[in-house]
């Protein structure tokens, strides 16, 4: 147990620094692979800045819901960063929250999104919001079945716990429950993040948007703050999947030397997650809204099968 | 105990008699409330007295009923605990119904009758916790259904509402008809006291003690709304005064899971593994179909009641696999699973409550029901708007709240469920937590359009354009159960131990207290989990304080302007631009069009001249849900030719009714000779 609480603020600081630049990169890796020079991957810190700067327009039909659901939204992805093993596990406040109240976190702060979505009666931010809460719907489901088989692998469903678990008898790692949970969890970690194929982050185009037809009315600090918030999902969500299914690396002592070693490896896991999707995303084109629910069904069964072969092995 | 026992029925027959010299006027509505109130209140400190104490409570008058055994009541810790469930939903809503009945001062309904029955449904409800012996217990809980059938029937020269009263009536009876059989089997020596009945049922075979279960979760099945035989909430609930529904769904279909909690896991003692995998069954179907449905209804009380059907389904996942644990003997994940049923129990009775007086509010400033003519109440029902948020929240088991905390109990169980010996029935659970997890995902999109629709945006028209705030006794009673909502949300330490008591020595549960640690934070047997929900609600607020001093200190820009929304470079933003409560829910109807199986039907007006000028289109679509068309249909058909074919003896002369009737009474002796 690494007890001592400055180890959160660290990993929070570090969350917040890091999570735009994971952004710029696999933006500027999908540039180089298109054959574009791309903006550099700290193009998203200037964005910050600039948009903290400006002052925000608000419609005049929204409500304080407005206005208080960024707060909500970063707010919560934060809390969820405290308690994810980003570095070290198991973490100080790891107790207070498992990998469910993980989950429903994130859908705290999905659900005032699209409140907020729906806030100043356009057409697009109802449809935003709308699309959302499907794809939100249906892709909980694997989640929670991913969760399960992490769950029975490692006898708990706290992070701290899996990745300890796994890190004393790494032969689980390799199980093919967990194999075809990982898959699962990475088909959802798209969807959720609004990534290609399910949403595309760099178009705003009404047919396809999801993500950024919600947020359309927001602005200045307001904006900053959702889109910093987005990116803290996208680094929640790898090292979700870089620390629970290989933990290798995270620390388990409060020695500087295996902090050091667990930040590095962290970064390098969410580099090379980073890549993966920048890859995925010029390769595949966006499918059909409709087609959505069936890539996210497919990544149901496989968490299915996860979960099945895990009972069946046990 | 007796003290508080004789207030409770001395406050409700209070109610009682000021609603009958007439209850009109703000001091006759006042004292109407105010005798269902305290009743409710002393109703909850007796329970809160008997589970803490542990010495349940007993009052036996044979002169009462003297054939049945006398009116035998007694309080033990589980009907404790559904005495103060009653207390938690009546207290705020009696409070409510002082402001809310005012609309009824133009005589659309009797505030006569209203009254009475709203005090007597109270009344029979708590004392349905009481009830010791059978003759009482199906005395009050035929009281209780007729006392609420008047209550739905308040507003009764609407035709909508007679019809729902008709539904409500049939499912009633129905269900009591399969309690009676139930409790017939059960009664197999002298005694027909609780006590009796749990000692001979030890003695019973075993199939017929299957048989008792089956009647039994089919009775109070038709009471709690499992599917098929929830059909009559979403017809009842929306057609009762509000604060009425929201007793029906957040207390009186509890009492169903209180049935069959006292038949299934007290007097049987538990039983095979199938009974706890039927249970399960039917709370996922329950579930999932509940939730599905809500999110097709635009009208926001049946919204509403679709909800219920859902919450009922993720009470009785828990109440499922705490019996298929039981039967396994492995006792303590079956307490896990037992308090996590109990714990969304009273959850439920809170947020649904809170969710029905909110939707009250609306139809009392509106005049309407239908989702699609409100929007923008947040800016003219400020208050409304956030009790009802928290409620939205808390249904959408969002933490902090207490919808969270219960659903994450009853993941947790099923999550343990790999310990189960027989895989058929292991392999249940995963299948139970992926449905548990769909309809927690879709509760919160159907929240969200609720929510959304009803009161963000622009108003849809004139009668939401001008709707006022709700009168402070409506405040006051949704403030009540806000609170509620958020603290048993943020103390599930001090709940989870609570009820450990009262599930112990039931069904041979062992006490839970040992099993969680008392802190903070909820640890699970075993070390399976912790979570703390206070630690994240302090968390959640610490940190929303960070990120304001964050703004200032990184010099961030404060200044905001108010402007139009963009509309494409369109100027003028009117409410038909706006997305509807159907266009929100468009996309998962097209992913489960599988089971709504929509009706559609475009048509289309051409111009006499050309088909390229349209003059008019008309769509409509429409969902049937599939068990009124293939359960109740037919059997309404069956029962209108078995009607049909009756009417053949009812000829008008009196002399062969005279000879039924002979003929009936001897069919009847030989019978009775012969058994």
């Given at each position: 147990m690494i007890d001592s609480y400055w180890l959160e603020v660290v990993q929070g600081l570090l969350a917040l620094l890091v999570a735009p630049g994971l952004v710029g990169l696999v933006r500027w890796v999908k540039a180089r692979l298109q054959n574009r020079r791309g903006a550099p991957p700290w193009q998203p810190y200037f964005e910050l800045r600039k948009l903290f700067q400006k002052e925000a327009v608000i419609s005049k039909n929204a409500s304080w819901l407005f206005r208080f659901a960024p707060y909500i939204v970063f707010g919560s992805a934060l809390m969820v960063v405290l308690l994810v093993p980003l570095i070290a596990a198991p973490l100080p406040l790891g107790g207070i929250g498992d990998l469910l109240v993980v989950v429903y976190l994130l859908l705290l702060g999905t659900f005032f999104l699209a409140l907020a979505g729906l806030d100043p009666g356009t057409a697009f931010g109802g449809m935003g919001a709308s699309r959302e809460m499907t794809v939100a719907a249906i892709a909980e489901p694997t989640i929670a079945l991913a969760i399960f088989t992490l769950a029975l692998s490692a006898g708990s469903t706290n992070l701290g716990r899996i990745v300890t678990q796994t890190l004393v008898d790494p032969s689980i790692a390799g199980s093919p429950g967990r194999v075809l949970a990982f898959v699962a969890l990475f088909i959802v970690t798209l969807a959720e993040t609004g990534r290609l194929p399910v949403d595309n982050p760099a178009t705003h185009l009404e047919l396809t948007m999801i993500h950024e037809a919600m947020i359309l009315e927001y602005s200045g600090r307001y904006l900053a703050l959702i889109e910093w918030a987005a990116s803290l999902k996208l680094l929640i969500f790898l090292s979700l999947l870089a620390n629970l299914f290989a933990p290798w690396g995270v620390a388990t002592e409060p020695t500087l030397l295996a902090l050091g070693v667990g930040i590095v490896t962290w970064l390098f896991k969410l580099a090379l997650l980073g890549v993966i999707i920048a890859v995925l995303e010029t390769r595949v084109a966006k499918l059909r809204l409709f087609r959505v629910p069936e890539l996210l069904g497919l990544s149901f069964v496989l968490a299915l099968l996860a979960v099945t072969s895990s009972f069946l092995l046990k | 105990m007796q003290l508080l026992f004789i207030v409770m029925i001395v406050s409700y027959l209070a109610g009682m008699g000021a609603a009958l010299t007439g209850g009109r006027g703000p001091i006759g509505r006042g004292l109407v409330a105010a005798g269902a109130a305290i009743g409710a209140g002393a109703g909850l400190v007796l329970g809160a007295v008997v589970i803490l104490s542990g010495t349940p409570f007993a009052l036996r008058i044979p002169e009462i009923l003297p054939m049945g055994g006398g009116f035998d009541l007694r309080l033990d810790a589980l009907g404790a605990f559904f005495l103060i469930v009653i207390g938690v939903g009546a207290v705020p809503a009696s409070i409510y119904g002082a402001g809310y009945t005012e609309t009824y001062e133009d005589g659309r309904a009797s505030l006569r009758l209203l009254g009475v029955m709203f005090n007597l449904f109270l009344l029979l409800m708590s004392l349905v916790t009481l009830a010791n012996n059978v003759l009482t217990f199906l005395m009050m809980w035929e009281g209780m259904s007729l006392a609420s059938y008047f209550l739905v029937m308040a507003e009764a020269h609407d035709e909508n509402t007679q019809q729902a009263g008709n539904w409500y009536a049939a499912m009633a009876h129905l269900g009591l008809a399969l309690l009676l059989v139930a409790f017939l089997l059960l009664m197999t020596g002298t005694g027909e006291t609780f006590a009796d009945l749990r000692a001979q049922a030890q003695t019973l075979d075993p199939a017929v003690r299957g048989v008792i279960f089956m009647l039994a979760l089919l009775g109070f099945g038709s009471k709690t709304g499992i599917v098929p035989l929830h059909v009559w909430l979403p017809r009842a609930h929306p057609a009762a005064p509000s604060h009425v529904s929201a007793l029906m769904s957040g207390v009186m279909i509890k009492l169903g899971i209180y049935g069959l909690l006292r038949v299934g896991l007290d007097l049987l003692g538990g039983g095979p593994m199938w009974w706890g995998a039927l249970v399960l069954a039917i709370g996922a179907l329950s579930a999932v179909l509940g939730v599905l449905y809500a999110l097709m209804e635009h009208d926001l009380k049946r919204l509403l009641a679709y909800h219920s059907v859902e919450n009922i389904g993720i009470i009785l996942l828990g109440v499922g696999a705490g019996f298929m644990f039981q039967s396994a003997g492995l006792t303590r994940l079956s307490a896990l699973a037992f308090i996590g049923g109990l714990y969304h129990t009273i959850n439920h009775a809170s947020f649904k409550g809170l969710l029905f007086l909110g939707a009250g509010s609306v139809l009392h400033a509106t005049g309407t029901r239908n989702m699609e003519e409100m929007g923008g109440l947040i800016k003219r029902m400020p208050w409304t708007a956030l009790f009802f948020l928290i409620g939205a929240a808390a249904i959408s088991a969002l933490p902090p709240l207490n919808g969270f905390v219960s659903e994450w109990i009853v993941f947790q169980s099923l999550l343990s469920g790999v310990n189960l010996p027989s895989p058929e029935a292991a392999i249940m659970m995963p299948v139970a937590v992926g449905m548990l997890a769909l309809t927690s995902g879709l509760a919160a999109a159907c929240f969200v359009k609720a929510f959304g629709i009803s009161f963000?945006?622009?108003?849809?028209?004139p009668e939401a354009e001008h709707a006022h705030e709700a009168p402070r006794s409506m405040q006051v009673g949704m403030a009540l159960l806000a609170v509620v909502c958020i603290g048993l949300g943020l103390a599930p330490f001090v709940v989870v131990p609570l009820l450990g008591k009262v599930l112990t020595g039931l069904g041979g549960l062992p006490p839970t207290e040992a099993a969680f640690t008392l802190n903070l934070s909820l640890q699970l047997p075993a070390n399976f989990a912790t979570m703390s929900p206070a630690l994240i609600g302090v968390g959640l607020i610490a940190i929303l304080g960070l990120i304001s001093i964050g703004l200032r200190l990184f010099n961030a820009n404060r200044r905001q302007r108010v402007s139009d929304s963009w509309g494409c470079g369109r100027i003028g933003q009117s409410p038909r631009m706006e997305y509807t409560a159907t266009a929100f829910a468009e996309p998962l109807r097209r992913v489960f069009s599988e089971i709504y199986r929509p009706s559609k039907e475009v048509t289309i007006d051409f111009h006499p001249e050309s088909k390229y000028f349209v003059q008019s289109i008309e769509y409509r679509s429409e969902i049937t849900p599939w068990f009124d068309r293939v359960i109740y249909d037919p059997l309404l058909a069956l029962i209108r030719f078995l009607a049909r074919s009756v009417r053949r003896l009812q000829s008008g002369s009196l002399h062969l009714y005279l000879m039924l009737v002979a003929l009936t009474l001897f069919v009847l002796l030989v019978v009775a000779r012969w058994f």
């Open positions: - | 963000l945006a622009l108003p849809r028209s």
